[in-house]
């Protein structure tokens, strides 16, 4: 069923652009994330578009930093057509120019408007950066769960959390969630610096980058609590683990996997073809069931047991933080240093 499915998705994307002329079987270069997600396209998602139109796809497997890089080295001589980054770095391959414009097509009106980064970019999925929580630790101690960003700052937990460093999203969401909780935000980040340094910072074990490192902490009773995303949470979750996620009142923020067509290069109507792909509902559900990527896609629909790993719904996809990564982009360098300095220290 879910091949078939995906057929369809795939023939639609054709349909949507126009039938490509009779020629040499052309090939698409696809610069995406390594692992689990390759294993995922190679198997079950391009097969599908391969066969309906005809074409190979070459899968060209890195971090978003890599393809970033790939795509600078590129330039003026392109050989990627389609990518796969986080959003912070699309929002930094928009601003060069690596991004093709998206041609209009019918599922584009379909997504939540969390999804539409800009006129070159778009969302394909999306996790939440909130709390994760040792359940039976915090049962054991009669502490209720955590409902918000405050519980970092808690003293009860002083020495039993991990949060990831600046380095990696996680952690800078951190920084700008306490920004906007104490008056700032992206624009006016000191309050945010101020509220970690004084109240968070003595409550932390461990400022740790690794998914690996991260889930031994929690296995290990080291920590009971963390930032993490949802996705994390949810493989760690299937192990049999209690840990469990939450959605603080002040809002999860967002983390988006984002796609686009590359500028001028090879096979630009196929490039827009692809993209499209990737967010009809059938692939959006692959997506979530695999990678426990919410569907940004709105006529997606999940069964229940898939539902609850991933934010979906209007309801729970509009609640979500937008990082303005603009801004972040511009100022990083900066913070980072600010961070070595004053927070891990």
Known sequence: MRKTSLAAAALAATLALGAIGASAQPTLYVGSYGGSTQTVFEKT???????????????????????????????GKEELNVVLLDDGPMYQAVQFGFCDKLADAPVYHDLYPLAHMSDRAVALGVVATGLAYNADAFKKAGLPPPDSWSALADKRFKQKIAIPPISNTYGLQTLVMFARMNGGGETNIAPGF???????????????PSPGKMTELFQNGDVTLAVWGSG?????????FPIRFVYPKEGAMALLTATCPVVENKEPQLSQQFVQYLLSPEVQTVL????????????????SAVAATVPYGNDQIGKLVKTDWTIVNEKRTQW?????????R
């Open 45 to 75: 998602i391009i097969p599908q578009f391969e066969k309906a139109h005809d074409v190979k796809i070459v899968y060209v497997p890195g971090n978003s930093t890599d393809t970033l890089a790939k795509l600078q080295a590129q330039k």
């Open 194 to 208: 101020d509220a970690l340094i004084k109240k968070v910072a003595p409550n932390v074990l461990a400022w740790e």
């Open 232 to 240: 994390r949470t949810y493989t760690l979750e299937q192990t049999g």
């Open 288 to 303: 979530a069931k695999t990678q426990a990527w919410g569907p940004v896609n709105s006529k997606t629909k999940l069964d």
């Open 336 to 344: 980072t240093n600010q961070w070595n300095r004053q927070v891990e």
